[in-house]
């Protein structure tokens, strides 16, 4: 059925045959959600689209950018636009209500990870030691906000997040709240030592099957330096179809990554993580049952590998391996990433050798966080950032 020309937002979802493709909503519209919408929209399995923010004009107008230069390749889908302010909870319910998204992805966050980085490289080496737990606040406001939302919603849709998932989905998993996986983190490392794997053993990377077990400190920290860290993992290399893992050496694997096999990281960097979104979400699209590695599958701390199908990742985990002893393994690589422990009421404890970094550098010191205080800590770090910011330009 065709809508009048200049008719607001996607069509009702009465309208939709039971034969359509799923309706995916992107949540914020950042240089992530630009580069994950350009990717869908060249596939008929993900090609109907709707964009929710505060901004629609400029959303609609990246919308019709990433449109038409699919239109180019000859692919037609569809890219609608609906106003979404994820600090109104109960205007939020009542689009999704409306909209009936069959998935959600949430690319919204109150600072993003690459904010940082802009600062002098000493400045940020410096500060960069606090590591990614401490600055949890900024990514887990909005997304309680969203899920809270959808609850309200009734909507049976799945949220797929790419918003520190690591460390918000177990938070959320606590209050019943947890998106049904994440993006990024386990899954951008997993590339390099595909192919890092086979060039050591003279396979072809295509024969070459991995499985990792690391929360995001492994995934941040291994590219940067060619080795684990502090962090704890477990990977299990494979040809396809062996029985046995094959022999390969760590601490080479892991330095190719800071030589040979180093990338483009910051924005540019972004294309990996948005190759890793839609690897999910296609997978979720299409019912595949696909191999992918995925952080916080059903709120589980850490990345695992998982099969992603409909409803989102179930984990298909090295063999050997519990899944009592893969989360015990990501919960001590994340103490690396600056956070202690996170209790059943969603309370977060942030590790002491980091959070001194943040007291130091920027004046910030939150050992412990609930839940319900982490929009007002947000609100704080975000203005003892922006002040330290202006005076190291």
Not at 86 to 103: F, K, S
Not at 270 to 276: G, I, K, N, R
Not at 310 to 329: I, M, N, Q, Y
């Amino acid at each position: 059925m065709k809508r009048p020309p200049g008719s607001p937002g996607p069509a009702p979802a009465t309208t939709r045959r039971a034969t359509d493709n799923p309706l995916i909503m992107l949540v914020g519209m950042g240089d992530l959600s630009a580069r994950v919408l350009t990717m869908l929209l060249g596939d008929p399995a993900t090609n109907r689209v709707v964009l929710a923010g505060r901004d629609t004009e400029t959303i609609r107008r990246r919308g019709n950018l990433a449109l038409f230069a699919a239109t180019n390749l000859g692919h037609h889908g569809s890219v609608d636009t609906v106003h979404m302010d994820l600090n109104d909870i109960d205007a939020t319910a009542e689009t999704l209500a409306r909209v009936r998204p069959d998935i959600v992805f949430m690319g919204a966050s109150l600072q993003s990870w690459r904010v940082i980085t802009a600062l002098p490289p000493k400045t940020f080496e410096e500060l960069d030691e606090a590591q990614f737990g401490p600055w949890l606040p900024m990514h887990l406001t909005l997304n309680h906000l969203l899920m809270r939302a959808v609850r309200a919603s009734g909507v049976p849709t799945r949220v797929v997040n790419a918003a520190f998932p690591d460390a918000v989905g177990p938070v959320l998993a606590k209050v019943g709240l947890a998106p049904e996986i994440g993006v990024g983190n386990v899954a951008n490392i997993v590339p390099a030592l595909t192919r890092g794997a086979a060039h050591l053993l003279g396979e072809y990377p295509a024969d070459v099957e991995l499985r990792l077990v690391a929360q995001h400190y492994f995934s941040h920290y291994v590219p940067r330096f060619g080795d684990a860290g502090k962090g704890a993992y477990r990977l299990d290399v494979r040809l396809k179809g062996g029985d046995t893992p094959a022999d390969v050496d760590h601490p080479a694997l892991f330095a190719q990554l800071d030589n040979r096999l180093k990338r483009l990281g910051g924005i540019d960097g972004q294309l990996l993580t948005a190759s890793s979104a839609v690897r999910v979400l296609r997978g979720m699209a299409t019912d595949s049952g696909v191999l992918a590695h995925a952080p916080a599958p059903g709120g589980l701390p850490g990345g695992y590998p998982v099969r992603v199908h409909r409803d989102g990742g179930s984990v298909d985990l090295p063999e050997g391996l519990t899944l009592k002893e893969a989360v015990t393994l990501n919960e001590d690589c994340q103490r690396a990433d600056g956070i202690d422990r996170i209790d059943d009421d969603g309370t977060v404890y942030f590790a002491e050798p980091e959070m001194a970094v943040m007291k130091r550098m920027l004046g910030y010191d939150c050992p412990v966080m609930k839940l319900a205080d982490c929009a007002g800590q947000a609100d704080e770090l975000a203005r003892k950032y922006a002040s330290f910011a202006a005076s190291h330009r």
